[in-house]
């Protein structure tokens, strides 16, 4: 019991740090941009992702952060890509929104990979990461990790419902809606 409130402690403190490591992020395209010069913007960044298929990963071919996350420049303001791309499919963005990859791709600029939420929602996600670090040795485990990032591209890609996942994954639906709402590891 001891052990395991100061692992949970542990995980804690590294998901604080890790979250606190971001860079301060506020963004509007308005704020942005002019709108005369949005289009061009809107292209130039396209021009640097390798899209690929709906479900694919499309990552960012041109420079990176020491974390791995595209590096977009307007001027000398550099933009994470991915934090960029999913301000383009919302069309803003507020300070309190932490952006998150859904396939764990840091690179990744698939708008259907990536998710707006709460820092409260991304602590609550990195502790479960930490906490369940290694789904496939967890005892009531019946999916791997990859099968649970699969089932999270394939539901947020928009095509398939949980009923037909826990079909096809033979699991509960409750488990699938469990794992898309980030919840639950697997
Ligand atoms: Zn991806």
């Not at 001891?2 to 949970?8: D, F, V």
């Not at 906490?131 to 019946?142: D, L, T, V």
Request: proline residues 5%.
């Amino acid at each position: 019991m001891l052990s395991e409130n100061t692992s949970q402690d542990s995980a804690k403190k590294a998901v604080l740090s890790e979250v606190s490591a971001k860079p301060p992020q506020v963004e509007r395209m308005e704020d942005l941009v002019g709108a005369q010069e949005r289009d061009e913007l809107i292209v130039r960044f396209w021009s640097f992702v390798k899209r690929g298929k709906p479900n694919e990963c499309w990552p960012w071919t041109a420079g990176k952060t020491g974390q791995g996350y595209g590096a977009f420049y307007l001027g000398n303001r550099q933009v994470l890509a991915h934090r960029f791309s999913h301000l383009l499919s919302c069309g803003s963005l507020d300070s309190s929104v932490v952006v998150r990859h859904i396939c764990d791709n840091p690179p990744c600029c698939n708008p259907a990979h990536i998710l707006g939420g709460t820092q409260k929602d991304n602590i609550q996600d990195c502790v479960r990461r930490h906490r369940f670090p290694k789904g496939i040795k967890h005892p009531s485990a019946k999916l791997t990790p990859d099968q649970v990032k699969e089932i999270r591209v394939q539901y947020f890609a928009g095509k398939v419902s949980q009923k037909s996942l826990s079909v096809t994954y033979g699991v509960t639906q409750s488990l699938i809606s469990g794992i898309v709402r980030f919840t639950r590891w697997t």
